[in-house]
DNA sequence: CTTGCTCTTGCAATCCGGTTGCAAATACAA
DNA sequence: TTGTATTTGCAACCGGATTGCAAGAGCAAG
């Protein structure tokens, strides 16, 4: 069975219309290694037929409100979106390396799932660890100039 | 001594001017219980002499460059700003909590600071640590509505 | 297959938080 | 008091997100 037919056979079960659009970007979500902008999704998906981007944010924002997908602000109040889990939990730990050079996120695999530690009655639903710093392409010539 | 004199001679020590729009934000920030949006800045100070827009922006901005103050994207894609804990200066190091109901930046003190683990070339300058979820104020009521 | 209803899409206009360029005002050191 | 770099205010602008509405498409019934 395509990863299509399955996500066609979900859509179909909640009694839900299948169009290409809500197809392609689930699809698209469900194969990202990170929460994808809009923007990201709109270049992603250009290839084939250009989906409007009205449509789009309206596909988003309707994943989201089935519980298909999570919907954050990043830290440059951009929305993202990623493809909810089984379960619907979105996933807790989270570790990111932000190139300040080039800006290029990269997710780092070896996530150090540090617990944190919380004050009594405080209660964390998302970890977010982000190291700054500059990339090994970027890291070259800093490192010559020294 | 009034909180005002008390900010007056902390932005003089760090050889900034000291300018009304910078004492009255800051001032205000410091009295806050939750993080406040610029929105929620200028409403606060329509009472007095008003503050533009882009120097209020401009004025959060440098308070946040200067390690006094804290700015967060929320939920809705718009910022919220805090005051800095007392000694302004260390965040460089450790964690942060943020409150997704009140906005509120908490900073976590016992931090376990993991080294992260970087792929070859890789250099980081700075790691950001953030903790979101409910505080132990915003909290209360979630538990009760169980 | 065709019909008909409803949901979805596309387009244009609009909203809104935030940013930029530039000239006028002002803090503060000399 | 004066000189100068910093800060402020204004207007225009940016870009992500939203809204209104007419045209198009999914799908169940016949």
Known sequence: ???SQDISRLLRERGARVTPARLRVLALLRG???GLSHHDVEKALDDGTPVDRV???RVLDW???QGLAHKVADENRV???SAATADGEPHLAHAHF???DCGKVFCLQDTPRTPPRLPAGFASTQVEFEVHGHCAACNVPAEAAR
Chains 1, 2 share one sequence.
């Open 1 to 3: 069975m395509t990863a």
């Open 98 to 100: 932000v190139c300040d």
């Open 32 to 34: 990202a290694e990170r």
């Open 79 to 81: 929305f993202r979106f």
């Open 55 to 57: 449509t789009l944010y």
């Open 63 to 65: 994943l989201v409100e």
